[in-house]
């Protein structure tokens, strides 16, 4: 089942998820305080976007 939940992030701390999917990462300012929200509780984090200058892209070029 795949459930989405709103760019809030007190929306993540209502449900218990096993994964974690992000898309369009770089246009939400809020993406890496969600990711550091729902990480304690799923073994799986996906984060895609397009291009885009930001948080995102420097933590893309970190992993790479």
Do not use: H
């Not at 007190?10 to 550091?36: C, H, I, M």
């Amino acid at each position: 089942m795949v459930l989405g939940i709103a760019e809030r992030r007190s929306q993540a701390r209502l449900s218990a998820p096993a994964g974690y999917f992000n898309d369009e990462s770089a246009q939400q300012p809020a993406w890496k305080e969600t990711v550091n929200i729902v990480r304690p509780a799923v073994s799986q984090i996906i984060n895609v976007s397009s291009v885009a200058p930001g948080d995102f892209a420097d933590e893309c070029l970190l992993e790479g």
